[in-house]
């Protein structure tokens, strides 16, 4: 599938910058141009480009030191030198300061967009390396009992076809990793994998991170931005928690959903995108339909294969699998040798019910690693990762109806955390799996009053 790059040419002849704009621009390209090495490095200030095209033999200054600039402040777009003047002196010094490629002019067109292949082709290869060895370990699901069994068999099915997907689950279910395997698994899988969770970005600015903008389409747009659809053109865009998109940014999602082309911000023209659509929520959309707060018409776009993952304490027989899992992982991280955990431990940690998921598995995993002793994680070591498991069932919760059982343990749940966590509430509601604003809404209607807590804990 051809990608589009974005391209700066530096030249300070009007007819080379002419020919080779226009080259590229017929096929399919997006092409900058400027006539000094000067301009370029203010451009390259505020805007991100593909692949850098420049002249050697320019007045004030020159293709070399351009490129030497370049490294220096750490910018590392490929550039591909040209010179009327070669020879194989300069050839090598520009090689020596990290040029792709060095071309002859005059260029033919053949050649010029060869070149760009090429060069485009290596960019692809070294970011599926990185985007590999990223995720060796760290993305992979691990799984052992029925419950995955089945949602990694929908994923097999699904994966293949551009059919869109919409996953289900709690906050902390491992929502994204599914969304990653769905893609590695279909044709799609060497282009990229683009995410956005559109609830951790401010209502004002989603419709830039999705569709980008102009220079100067509003204040502070200090140069082009490439949105999220844009940069994941032949590959992959992941939508997580799309329930938390505001209306007005759902409407036009709509339309970039039926069109299948973008509007960047202050731009005058669409700009065809082909990505295929994955979206995730922890929230029941149907009834946000119902309430109002989710368009109907765009739940019927993006709900066409619904994939529900299980919370974590409807998977216990997963939890022996996920700590060796997390073992490893830390262990790797840190260079620590691996930790042995008891009988006693696993089991205990299979009885908790989990309602931060994989994601406080993983937590307090490493957290049991640094109050083990030798090397070994007992049962000792559970009760002080988390001393609310037991101490708050037995002491709280064996009188009065379930809904006062369930609210008994929950405060219980929630005063232990936010004390750990110095009542620090960005810190208790990250251990707990929860939004920042729901974890204050849930302390009020428990009856917990945190700056009371926090006075009494400074006296």
Same mark, same amino acid.
């Given at each position: 599938?051809?990608? #589009?790059?974005?391209?700066?040419?530096?030249?300070?002849?009007?007819?080379?910058?002419?020919?080779?704009?226009?080259?590229?621009?017929?096929?399919?390209?997006?092409?900058?141009?400027?006539?000094?090495?000067?301009?370029?490095?203010?451009?390259?200030?505020?805007?991100?480009?593909?692949?850098?095209?420049?002249?050697?033999?320019?007045?004030?200054?020159?293709?070399?030191?351009?490129?030497?600039?370049?490294?220096?402040?750490?910018?590392?777009?490929?550039?591909?030198?040209?010179?009327?003047?070669?020879?194989?002196?300069?050839?090598?010094?520009?090689?020596?300061?990290?040029?792709?490629?060095?071309?002859?002019?005059?260029?033919?067109?053949?050649?010029?967009?060869?070149?760009?292949?090429?060069? =485009?082709?290596?960019?692809?290869? %070294?970011?599926?390396?990185?985007?590999?060895?990223?995720?060796?370990?760290?993305?992979?699901?691990?799984?052992?009992?029925?419950?995955?069994?089945?949602?990694?068999?929908?994923?097999?099915?699904?994966?293949?076809?551009?059919?869109?997907?919409?996953?289900?689950?709690?906050?902390?279910?491992?929502?994204?990793?599914?969304?990653?395997?769905?893609?590695?698994?279909?044709?799609? &899988?060497?282009?990229?994998?683009?995410? =956005?969770?559109?609830?951790?970005?401010?209502?004002?600015?989603?419709?830039?991170?999705?569709?980008?903008? *102009?220079?100067?389409?509003?204040?502070?747009?200090?140069?082009?931005?490439?949105?999220?659809?844009?940069?994941?053109?032949?590959?992959?865009?992941?939508?997580?928690?799309?329930?938390?998109?505001?209306? &007005?940014?759902?409407? #036009?999602?709509?339309?970039?959903? *039926?069109?299948?082309?973008? %509007?960047?911000?202050?731009?005058?023209?669409?700009?065809?995108?082909?990505?295929?659509?994955?979206?995730?929520?922890?929230?029941?959309?149907?009834?946000?339909?119902?309430?109002?707060?989710?368009?109907?018409?765009?739940?019927?776009?993006?709900?066409?294969?619904?994939?529900?993952?299980?919370?974590?304490?409807?998977?216990?027989?997963?939890?022996?699998?996920?700590?060796?899992?997390?073992?490893?992982?830390?262990?790797?991280?840190?260079?620590?040798?691996?930790?042995?955990?008891?009988?006693?431990?696993?089991?205990?940690?299979?009885?908790?019910?989990?309602?931060?998921?994989?994601?406080?598995?993983?937590?307090?995993? %490493?957290?049991?690693? =640094?109050?083990?002793?030798?090397?070994?994680?007992?049962?000792?070591?559970?009760?002080?990762?988390?001393?609310?498991?037991?101490?708050?069932?037995?002491?709280?919760?064996?009188?009065?109806?379930?809904?006062?059982?369930?609210?008994?343990? %929950?405060?219980?749940?929630?005063?232990?955390?936010? #004390?750990?966590?110095?009542?620090?509430?960005?810190?208790?509601?990250?251990?707990?799996?929860?939004?920042?604003?729901?974890?204050?809404?849930?302390?009020?209607?428990?009856?917990?009053?945190?700056?009371?807590?926090?006075?009494?804990?400074?006296?």
């Amino acid at each position: 599938m051809p990608h #589009k790059a974005n391209l700066l040419i530096v030249d300070d002849e009007a007819n080379t910058l002419a020919s080779l704009s226009r080259a590229f621009r017929l096929g399919g390209h997006e092409v900058t141009v400027c006539d000094s090495a000067a301009k370029a490095l203010d451009i390259l200030k505020n805007q991100n480009f593909d692949l850098i095209f420049s002249d050697v033999v320019m007045p004030g200054k020159d293709g070399l030191s351009f490129l030497a600039d370049l490294r220096a402040m750490e910018i590392s777009t490929p550039v591909v030198m040209m010179s009327g003047q070669a020879h194989i002196e300069m050839a090598v010094r520009a090689t020596k300061l990290g040029a792709l490629d060095f071309l002859e002019k005059p260029i033919s067109t053949e050649k010029l967009l060869l070149t760009l292949e090429n060069a =485009l082709k290596l960019q692809r290869l %070294e970011a599926e390396n990185r985007q590999f060895r990223q995720r060796l370990g760290k993305h992979e699901i691990i799984w052992s009992g029925n419950a995955m069994k089945k949602v990694m068999a929908q994923v097999e099915r699904v994966a293949a076809s551009e059919t869109r997907v919409c996953i289900l689950g709690e906050t902390g279910s491992g929502k994204e990793l599914v969304a990653r395997a769905l893609h590695d698994r279909s044709p799609r &899988a060497a282009g990229p994998f683009i995410t =956005l969770n559109c609830a951790a970005v401010p209502a004002e600015l989603i419709e830039s991170e999705l569709f980008g903008h *102009e220079k100067g389409s509003f204040t502070g747009a200090s140069g082009r931005h490439i949105g999220k659809f844009e940069q994941a053109d032949g590959g992959t865009i992941f939508l997580d928690e799309i329930g938390d998109m505001p209306l &007005a940014m759902q409407a #036009k999602l709509l339309r970039v959903l *039926e069109e299948g082309e973008v %509007e960047r911000i202050g731009g005058d023209k669409a700009i065809a995108v082909n990505a295929r659509v994955i979206v995730a929520t922890h929230r029941n959309l149907e009834a946000q339909v119902k309430e109002g707060k989710f368009r109907q018409d765009l739940f019927h776009r993006i709900y066409v294969f619904p994939l529900i993952l299980p919370a974590l304490r409807e998977r216990r027989e997963d939890i022996p699998a996920l700590i060796e899992h997390f073992n490893k992982q830390i262990c790797r991280q840190n260079n620590w040798k691996s930790f042995s955990f008891s009988t006693e431990s696993i089991q205990a940690l299979q009885n908790y019910d989990w309602p931060g998921n994989v994601r406080e598995l993983r937590n307090v995993v %490493e957290r049991l690693m =640094l109050l083990a002793n030798d090397g070994e994680v007992t049962l000792d070591s559970v009760a002080m990762a988390l001393p609310y498991r037991s101490s708050a069932i037995s002491q709280n919760t064996n009188s009065g109806t379930l809904a006062e059982r369930t609210q008994s343990f %929950e405060r219980d749940v929630l005063l232990a955390e936010l #004390k750990r966590a110095n009542y620090h509430m960005t810190n208790a509601a990250r251990a707990l799996g929860l939004e920042r604003s729901h974890l204050y809404k849930k302390a009020e209607q428990l009856g917990i009053d945190i700056n009371a807590l926090r006075k009494q804990e400074t006296e």
